[in-house]
């Protein structure tokens, strides 16, 4: 049928059964916003307050739905500013399709107003970007683009379209598959290799399973739990993967890492056999990792080889599709079985003997202790809830949350974007309404996204935004006060506004809690109302991260 | 270590700006690069000159597999390729010592492109040690202006790389 580009790109968007785009408009994208407009029916159109935050917004959306989401921004500053919400997907592997407005094509490369070659500029943060000249190309280009995004690893895409292009006319039919000869991400695990890593993962004596954001990437929380259960085999998480176990399944230890918790790093220390699945090994979770490999067995499932050996060498390697190769290894199981309860009690008890109660400190009068806030928190809220933690001490107090099943938390694990926490609510929210959605986040980072306070009001988005303010910059005064003989410079948030007020600037109720007493009565509301609504947990500024 | 590296690509524009950024941005240090088509003109082939150990070159296939637009990765073992590169210099060549360079480059395999009354030009193409060599022996001479390509290689032996396979 014979359209403009723009129109065939809401064309392939719907093809694509895209319900949601979160951008920002600017001349060079006029155009295919003037054809979004035609297709209101079809795809809310969401204006967020900043480019950033349209692409954590679709992080968070594509998060949750489990399939690339779509943000949009105009040439130049507006592309500029998309890049760091694209190198926050890309650390994280979040499947983000964004699109921008590129000056007009005979225009390109002479400096015009509002240009900047965001191809180039974004391209070691990218899993692919095009420059679509060729309004022929525009279908290939979405249907590859989409493919990419979503299929093997996952990651951001970027098509940059000029803007004389999106108003040429083609001829427009959208392809209903793609060929890409030099892109075939593995699937299933070389069936040998499998029974290799299951059997090694069998006769282990003190084997522990290691969970990483591949897991969700994959959707593979029901098998990881299956194999897990059937072995008998404790499991801890990086960041990445966190939620992936119900926080009170017996085999569960915790997160690992320099902020992880102290029975998930004795485990890791203590265990003779290290399952990674789809986890990179990233410095934070494993500080030392040749001091690891040297000691322990290390069997590593990852779909991207170049994962494998990068940052820890693996006497077992498995390319592929974690979902796939976990479903290879429970039916090897079940075809040999073999007994494994008896000898696996010990190591259990073992590493019982590392669990810990958790006392809370007293807070100091007039503040809360902020993990026993968030304890609270997740005792009150239900089991389908989104935790989306900012980026600092706020993400190491969130991280703490006592998931349920079907629980997920959702941060800047790899890229530590500050700001990503509301963005990434409004999107999360969006994706499934039935969901519970919570932002919690810093004073620092809440000042870097708090605009997106009026999409959340605009949209109707019922998000709840924790703030917990300690008028620093948390995580770097700790770091100057070990680490610089406590010589605390450029943490202060004094200028602050009242958080409080400010939230009722925008027509949303708050609350602000400055003690047990009033975080009870905070957390009830927060559970009950209907609505976005803001709460401020006031922390002391000298609390620690740990 | 040396490692001579071959890589196929899809024929686009900003595939070379891909792969040397990835080589920047890795920490890969490249000794030298080639780019050229094939006879399938939608395919480039690249070949790539790098220095580092096993794992580094591990990673750097691993690392190349990843971009989209790259079609096969093919690492040469130590002596199991044929590989060429092309030199071109003017040296500074005043008639006494015209015959001298002309030994030389006899000997050498070098081939005299133009002279004048002060200089000569030779092209020599060769093996990267090869090249050195001629170098060493004509540099006293005075090396007036020097331009150089990256290597080239083939596999040897019967067995072949392609797209296709």
């Known amino acids: 049928m014979k359209m403009t580009v723009s129109q065939a790109m809401v064309e392939c968007l719907k093809a694509e059964g895209i319900k949601v785009v979160?951008?920002?408009?600017?001349?060079?994208?006029?155009?295919?916003?003037?054809?979004?407009?035609?297709?209101?029916?079809?795809?809310?159109?969401?204006?967020?307050r900043h480019e950033a935050n349209g692409g954590h917004s679709a992080?968070?959306?594509?998060?949750?739905?489990?399939?690339?989401?779509?943000?949009?921004?105009?040439?130049?500053?507006?592309?500029?500013?998309?890049?760091?919400?694209?190198?926050?997907?890309?650390?994280?592997?979040?499947?983000?399709?964004?699109?921008?407005?590129q000056v007009n094509t005979d225009q390109i490369g002479s400096d015009v107003f509002q240009e900047a070659d965001v191809t180039g500029a974004a391209e070691p943060f990218v899993k692919h970007s095009y420059l679509l000249k060729d309004p022929e190309d525009v279908g290939r280009v979405f249907k590859e683009a989409f493919y990419i995004a979503g299929s093997g690893r996952p990651g951001p895409v970027l098509i940059d379209v000029p803007m004389d292009v999106q108003k040429m006319m083609v001829d427009f039919k959208y392809p209903k598959s793609c060929l890409i000869r030099s892109y075939k991400p593995t699937g299933k695990g070389n069936a040998w290799q499998v029974k290799k890593v299951t059997d090694a993962l069998r006769t282990a004596e003190k084997p522990l399973i290691c969970i990483g954001g591949g897991v969700f990437a994959s959707n593979a929380q029901q098998e990881i739990l299956e194999l897990s259960e059937q072995l008998r085999i404790p499991v801890i998480t990086t960041m990445m993967g966190i939620s992936v176990f119900p926080d009170d399944d017996p085999l569960y230890m915790g997160m690992i890492g320099t902020h992880g918790v102290t029975p998930a790093n004795r485990a890791v220390n203590a265990c003779d056999t290290l399952f990674l699945v789809g986890a990179r090994v990233g410095d934070r979770a494993v500080k030392t990792p040749l001091a690891l490999e040297k000691t322990t067995k290390i069997l590593h499932i990852d779909i991207d080889p170049a994962e494998i050996g990068k940052n820890i060498g693996a006497d077992y390697p498995l390319v592929g599709d974690a979902k796939l190769v976990l479903g290879q290894m429970l039916d090897h199981i079940k075809e040999k079985p073999m007994d494994i309860k008896a000898s696996r009690q010990q190591w259990l008890d073992e590493l019982d003997s590392y669990r810990e109660k958790i006392k809370f400190k007293r807070p100091v009068r007039g503040t809360v202790?902020?993990?026993?806030?968030?304890?609270?928190?997740?005792?009150?809220?239900?089991?389908?809830?989104?935790?989306?933690?900012?980026?600092?001490?706020?993400?190491?107090?969130?991280?703490?949350?006592k998931f349920k099943k079907g629980g997920r938390f959702l941060t800047s694990g790899g890229m530590g974007t500050m700001g990503y926490s509301l963005p990434c609510a409004i999107g999360a929210r969006m994706a499934d309404e039935t969901r519970p959605t919570f932002a919690i986040c810093g004073d620092g980072g809440f000042q870097m996204n708090l605009m997106e306070l009026a999409t959340a009001m605009q949209y109707g988005v019922d998000v709840k935004v924790i703030v917990m303010t300690n008028t620093r910059l948390g995580m770097v005064r700790e770091l100057q006060t070990n680490g610089y003989n406590d010589r605390q410079t450029a943490v202060f948030l004094d200028g602050s506004p009242d958080f409080v007020k400010l939230a009722a600037a925008y027509g949303i109720p708050a609350v602000r809690v400055t003690s047990n007493k009033s975080a009870e009565k905070a957390i009830e509301e927060l559970a009950t109302h209907k609505g976005t609504m803001l709460c401020e947990v006031v922390v002391d500024k000298d609390f620690p991260t740990l | 270590m040396k490692h001579t590296i071959s890589v196929l690509v899809e024929n686009h524009s900003g595939v070379l700006s891909r792969i040397s950024g990835l080589f920047s941005r890795r920490g890969f240090n490249i000794d030298s690069l080639a780019v050229g088509p094939t006879n399938d003109p939608s395919i480039s082939r690249i070949t790539i000159v790098a220095d580092g150990d096993e794992h580094t070159v591990e990673q750097i296939e691993k690392q190349l597999n990843k971009l989209i637009e790259v079609i096969k990765v093919k690492t040469f073992g130590r002596d199991d390729f044929v590989a060429r590169e092309l030199m071109i210099v003017k040296v500074d060549a005043p008639a006494e010592k015209r015959?001298?360079?002309?030994?030389?480059?006899?000997?050498?395999?070098?081939?005299?492109?133009?002279?004048?009354?002060?200089?000569?030009?030779?092209?020599?193409?060769?093996?990267?040690?090869?090249?050195?060599?001629?170098?060493?022996?004509?540099?006293?001479?005075?090396?007036?202006?020097?331009?150089?390509?990256?290597?080239?290689?083939?596999?040897?032996?019967?067995?072949?790389?392609?797209?296709?396979?």
Not at chain 1, 80 to 97: E, G, K, Q, R
């Open chain 1, 22 to 48: 979160y951008g920002y408009p600017g001349a060079a994208i006029c155009p295919f916003y003037d054809a979004l407009l035609d297709a209101e029916n079809d795809i809310k159109n969401v204006l967020v």
């Open chain 1, 59 to 101: 992080s968070g959306y594509a998060r949750i739905s489990g399939k690339p989401a779509v943000c949009i921004a105009t040439s130049g500053p507006g592309a500029v500013n998309l890049i760091t919400a694209i190198a926050t997907a890309y650390a994280d592997s979040i499947p983000i399709v964004c699109i921008t407005g």
């Open chain 1, 369 to 401: 202790n902020p993990k026993e806030f968030i304890e609270k928190l997740s005792e009150r809220l239900p089991e389908n809830v989104n935790i989306c933690a900012d980026v600092g001490q706020n993400q190491i107090w969130a991280s703490r949350y």
């Open chain 2, 99 to 165: 015959s001298e360079i002309m030994t030389i480059a006899e000997i050498t395999g070098a081939k005299v492109m133009d002279i004048t009354l002060t200089t000569m030009t030779l092209e020599i193409c060769d093996r990267y040690d090869k090249i050195a060599r001629f170098e060493n022996v004509i540099e006293p001479y005075g090396i007036l202006e020097m331009a150089r390509t990256g290597t080239v290689a083939v596999e040897r032996g019967s067995e072949y790389f392609s797209a296709k396979k």
